[in-house]
């Protein structure tokens, strides 16, 4: 089994592939704590399986989310596995995106991370004993154009848990930093008005977005591997690669998409 424990929470669940993955946890006979802001999608998953438990969170508000860690451990038990992929993807110029949208992005994206590591994965590294995945993106290393804000975020998760890595190297808690490029889910269409990046849309047009599906089975694969850091397709890896030795060429090649 990919997923350690008796015990697994989700953030982002209600869409995506947080909701996937929640769904997956839930069928392989894990209690499941499906944390997001979106009640009405929270409801529909827990209609599904008996053995999930659905609370309305921000992952933003550490309070918010000490007290949803302490309802989870009274209410289902101490949490195993941890997948954080709530985030939102706002797609505007920089100079088009406020000060305080573009701190709200960063309290969403990476400050929630910070909020789970700190309340989860400490108690697992207390314990010496735990699995934790973090959604970070290509999008914090691959740049983009009317992605800035976003992309800073994403920027900072990657590095944030990779450093967090190398500090935890001797416990036995696995860490796994999961950086996909653009997939097809509703994230993603929050990235395509008319301000956001047009090879955004396009691929989305085309039907070039990567599967969810498919991304959740390459971590999976990722999990059973113990890798560290997972790129979950070819396409994430050229990019990669791309991005650290032709970075010039790169981006010639992604203004050109934009125009």
């Given at each position: 089994?990919?997923?350690?424990?008796?015990?697994?929470?989700?953030?982002?669940?209600?869409?995506?592939?947080?909701?996937?993955?929640?769904?997956?946890?839930?069928?392989?006979g894990?209690?499941?704590?499906?944390?997001?802001?979106?009640?009405?999608?929270?409801?529909?998953?827990?209609?599904?399986?008996?053995?999930?438990?659905?609370l309305?969170?921000?992952?933003?508000?550490?309070?918010?989310?000490?007290?949803?860690?302490?309802?989870i451990?009274?209410?289902?038990?101490?949490?195993?596995?941890?997948?954080?992929?709530a985030?939102?993807?706002?797609?505007?110029?920089?100079l088009?995106?406020?000060?305080?949208?573009?701190?709200?992005?960063?309290?969403?994206?990476?400050?929630?991370?910070?909020?789970?590591?700190?309340?989860?994965v400490?108690?697992?590294?207390?314990?010496?004993?735990?699995?934790?995945?973090?959604?970070?993106?290509?999008a914090?290393?691959?740049?983009?154009?009317?992605?800035?804000?976003?992309?800073?975020?994403?920027?900072?998760v990657?590095?944030?848990?990779?450093?967090?890595?190398?500090?935890?190297?001797?416990?036995?808690?696995?860490?796994?930093?999961?950086?996909?490029?653009?997939?097809?889910?509703?994230?993603?269409?929050?990235?395509?008005?008319?301000?956001?990046?047009?090879?955004i849309?396009?691929?989305?047009?085309?039907?070039r977005?990567?599967?969810?599906?498919?991304?959740?089975?390459?971590?999976?694969?990722?999990?059973?591997?113990?890798?560290?850091?997972?790129?979950?397709?070819?396409?994430?890896?050229?990019?990669?690669?791309?991005?650290?030795?032709?970075?010039?060429?790169?981006?010639?090649?992604?203004?050109?998409?934009?125009?």
């Amino acid at each position: 089994m990919s997923y350690i424990g008796s015990v697994g929470l989700v953030t982002g669940a209600s869409s995506g592939m947080g909701k996937i993955i929640a769904l997956r946890m839930a069928k392989q006979g894990m209690k499941v704590a499906a944390l997001d802001t979106n009640q009405k999608g929270l409801e529909e998953i827990s209609r599904k399986y008996n053995n999930i438990y659905s609370l309305v969170c921000d992952v933003s508000s550490y309070e918010e989310v000490s007290k949803s860690i302490k309802d989870i451990e009274e209410n289902i038990g101490e949490i195993e596995s941890i997948v954080h992929a709530a985030a939102i993807m706002p797609a505007k110029p920089i100079l088009s995106t406020s000060p305080n949208k573009t701190m709200n992005l960063m309290d969403i994206n990476y400050g929630g991370t910070v909020n789970l590591v700190h309340s989860v994965v400490r108690k697992m590294i207390e314990k010496d004993s735990g699995q934790a995945i973090f959604f970070g993106s290509i999008a914090g290393q691959v740049l983009n154009t009317g992605l800035g804000p976003y992309s800073a975020t994403k920027s900072a998760v990657n590095t944030y848990v990779e450093i967090l890595q190398h500090e935890i190297k001797d416990s036995g808690v696995h860490i796994m930093l999961v950086q996909p490029n653009a997939v097809d889910t509703p994230l993603i269409n929050q990235a395509l008005g008319e301000e956001g990046p047009k090879n955004i849309r396009a691929s989305k047009e085309t039907g070039r977005l990567s599967d969810p599906l498919q991304i959740v089975k390459s971590i999976e694969k990722g999990l059973r591997k113990k890798k560290l850091i997972l790129y979950p397709n070819l396409e994430a890896k050229i990019l990669t690669l791309a991005r650290r030795f032709f970075p010039k060429a790169l981006w010639s090649i992604i203004e050109k998409s934009n125009e």
